[in-house]
């Protein structure tokens, strides 16, 4: 017996099973003829079929018209070698938007014929670059606002107050030009006061804070004001563990992503704003300046069922001065992607018609005290859901587990 089997034969309780469905890159098995023989959770989440739906199906119903994962898997059978493509494009009508993947494929030595297929997303990794380039554009503009503030402010306050004195001696028509000037010069500054939040660099005051307690209070806010006729959706997961982070910030952060959305929702008929919270393992990132790898599990999302962003847009949509709005100053989301930087987190867009997602990523909090490495268990102890919504027993062993690791969160 080998020391991986002696090792597995101490864990009568570990099923081949458990191992696939703890693993978060979607895994199936492709049977000789073609069908889906098997199927991980990871797997049913990304096609949005069940595992005994998948297994009526043959692979070339769930990918697109020559889609070169077919190729792969017939040379994978005549050659017997396990192979590698990289970003290929798995989307279809059944499951548009971002489905871009590296494909592992290898052969199943006791099964002849058979296939196994890995797929690991590549929306995360490039999301992560784009987010690293988000905060180098921040830093551009915090050095802008730096220099407005000093140059710009000052100057503009002495033609207010010329503006005022004129506007003193001036005739009813001139009165409305001496207004313009004013009104004008305050608009500028609070242009400029809004950039000099991107000048602060103060370390952010942190405290345990709960995000559904958060959430609660931005949809309230909303409600009484600019989305009082928007339909609101929660799915919350009540044993998240509590955020390490700023609650005045953290309310900035989603009260302009709501606020964005029900924006977008103006013209939309039955219009929704969906507020959900989840822990999602295998999101790691190497911080700049640091060689320890931080473990990003809490996500947190913003959707709504508007017109979507323009496709031309999504690249750059947390930069400054990037808006659709014809009076938008385009600073808003650049901040909102500052603040969640400066919390250790990245924040993405997913964006078609009737589905957009603004997909926030935090790192988990493990305690005061804890080591940095802490923060990386639950990792591999997420409670896994199929689409029947239930949680078997190893996964759910496994988030009592984490939450013992980080605390309870729920809706206060």
Request: include cysteine.
């Amino acid at each position: 017996m080998s020391t991986m089997e002696t090792h597995l034969a101490s864990f009568p309780s570990v099923t081949a099973e458990a191992v696939l469905n703890a693993l978060p890159h979607p895994v199936i098995m492709v049977s000789a003829d073609g069908t889906i023989a098997d199927a991980n959770v990871a797997a049913e989440a990304f096609f949005e079929v069940s595992v005994p739906l998948l297994r009526r199906h043959l692979l070339r119903d769930l990918v697109p018209f020559g889609s070169p994962l077919l190729t792969l898997v017939d040379q994978v059978r005549i050659s017997g070698a396990a192979v590698n493509e990289y970003k290929v494009d798995l989307s279809t009508p059944r499951n548009p938007g971002d489905r871009l993947v590296d494909l592992h494929v290898a052969p199943v030595p006791e099964q002849p014929d058979c296939v196994v297929v890995m797929l690991q997303e590549r929306s995360i990794a490039d999301k992560m670059d784009r987010q690293l380039t988000h905060r180098g554009a921040t830093r551009s503009v915090s050095a802008l606002a730096a220099m407005l503030a000093h140059e710009i402010k000052n100057p503009l306050s002495g033609i207010r107050g010329a503006a005022q004195l004129l506007e003193q001696s001036a005739t009813d028509d001139d009165r409305l030009l001496t207004r313009l000037i004013c009104d004008e010069a305050d608009r500028i500054v609070k242009l400029v006061s809004r950039l000099e939040v991107f000048t602060d660099e103060r370390p952010v005051e942190r405290e345990p804070v709960n995000i559904h307690a958060v959430l609660e209070h931005v949809k309230r806010l909303a409600q009484s004001g600019f989305a009082r006729n928007i339909k609101f959706i929660e799915e919350y997961d009540p044993s998240l563990p509590p955020v390490f982070a700023n609650r005045d910030h953290l309310v900035q952060v989603f009260l302009n992503l709501v606020k964005n959305a029900a924006e977008a929702l103006a013209d939309t008929e039955n219009a929704e704003i969906q507020l959900t919270t989840a822990f999602r393992p295998g999101v790691r990132l190497s911080l700049p300046g640091g060689a320890v790898r931080v473990s990003l599990p809490l996500e947190f999302c913003v959707k709504d069922n508007g017109p979507g962003v323009p496709e031309e847009l999504l690249p750059h949509l947390f930069d400054p001065f990037v808006t659709t709005k014809p009076t938008g100053s385009g600073l808003g989301l650049a901040l909102v992607a500052r603040i969640v930087g400066d919390h250790g987190g990245i924040i993405e867009c997913e964006s078609q018609p009737r589905r957009t997602i603004f997909r926030v990523l935090f790192p988990i909090y493990a305690g005061e005290g804890a080591a940095p490495e802490d923060a990386d268990l639950p990792d591999a102890e997420q409670p896994r859901k199929g689409k029947n919504g239930k949680v078997s027993a190893h996964a759910d062993a496994a988030g009592k587990r984490a939450r013992r690791a980080g605390g309870q969160s729920g809706l206060s």
